[in-house]
């Protein structure tokens, strides 16, 4: 089964929502359709750039045999960044193949702006 991972910027979250509540929320919306190996908080940003809070998610898509497998798992992640977007701002998401340390980027794209 191939495995994938995103990343997904966090703005900042709503009111009434915890800052640590994000990643739970992420990892079951995930897991609702597929396997979440990994998951993780971790920060982005180079010296003397504000530091961005970023979700990380591993999750594996089921072998087709016809490679659908990458359409899917960019599916998965359209699906997370906008219910996601119930609870956080998400921002700039970036979604990569596996296996292990060679993860090759795939696709990415910016979470819709929400009224």
Same mark, same amino acid.
């Given at each position: 089964?191939?495995?994938? $991972?995103? *990343?997904?910027?966090? @703005?900042?979250? +709503?009111?009434? &929502?915890?800052?640590?509540?994000? @990643?739970p929320?992420? #990892? $079951?919306?995930? *897991? !609702?359709?597929h396997?979440?190996?990994? $998951? !993780?908080?971790?920060?982005?940003?180079?010296?003397?750039?504000?530091?961005?809070?970023?979700?990380?998610? %591993?999750? &594996?898509?089921?072998?087709?045999?016809?490679? !659908?497998?990458?359409? #899917?798992? #960019?599916?998965?992640?359209?699906? @997370?960044?906008?219910? +996601?977007?119930?609870?956080? %701002?998400?921002?700039?998401? #970036? +979604? %990569?193949?596996?296996?292990?340390?060679?993860? $090759?980027? @795939?696709? !990415?794209?910016?979470?819709?702006? %929400?009224?």
């Open positions: 089964m191939p495995s994938y $991972r995103v *990343a997904v910027d966090i @703005l900042g979250v +709503l009111p009434g &929502v915890r800052p640590e509540d994000v @990643l929320a992420a #990892e $079951r919306i995930v *897991a !609702s359709t396997v979440v190996e990994d $998951r !993780s908080v971790e920060v982005a940003g180079a010296t003397g750039v504000r530091p961005q809070p970023q979700v990380h998610l %591993r999750f &594996v898509v089921p072998s087709t045999g016809d490679g !659908s497998e990458d359409d #899917e798992a #960019e599916a998965v992640v359209r699906a @997370l960044v906008d219910d +996601l977007g119930e609870i956080a %701002r998400c921002g700039r998401w #970036e +979604l %990569r193949k596996g296996p292990g340390r060679r993860w $090759r980027p @795939l696709t !990415s794209g910016t979470a819709a702006a %929400r009224p």
